[in-house]
């Protein structure tokens, strides 16, 4: 079955960096693109990065862009996330994402908070 494994998350001053991981198996991850997606409290779901599946094209939400770099490598089934100069607005609970036959796949999140 389709498994998403973050990890990364913690606690970062503002200003600060922090780099997340996701763990995929039970599909072809090569041939797949994948996301990252994030909600705070009281908030919708956004999403923050994807990037296709060969790593060719990526793309951003405009609150995280210059800031956030989404990689991935296909030989570890492994996409992440870089996130420079964090903001107390970057706290969230933050998901990786992939969608196959129609079908949204969750991992079960990595808490970032951003905080003096």
């Known amino acids: 079955q389709v498994q998403l494994v973050e990890s990364g998350g913690g606690l970062v001053q503002p200003g600060g960096s922090l780099r997340l991981s996701c763990a995929a198996s039970?599909?072809?991850?090569?041939?797949?693109?994948m996301g990252w997606y994030r909600q705070a409290p009281g908030k919708e779901r956004e999403k923050v990065a994807t990037?296709?599946?060969?790593?060719?094209?990526?793309s951003y939400a405009d609150s995280v862009k210059g800031r956030f770099t989404i990689s991935r490598d296909n030989a570890k089934n492994t996409v992440s996330l870089q996130m420079n100069s964090l903001t107390p607005e970057d706290t969230a609970v933050y998901y990786c994402?992939?969608?196959?036959?129609?079908?949204?796949?969750w991992g079960q999140g990595t808490q970032v908070t951003v905080s003096s």
């Open positions: 990037i296709t599946s060969t790593g060719g094209s990526t």
């Open positions: 994402n992939t969608r196959l036959l129609l079908r949204n796949y």
């Open positions: 039970g599909f072809t991850f090569s041939s797949s693109a």
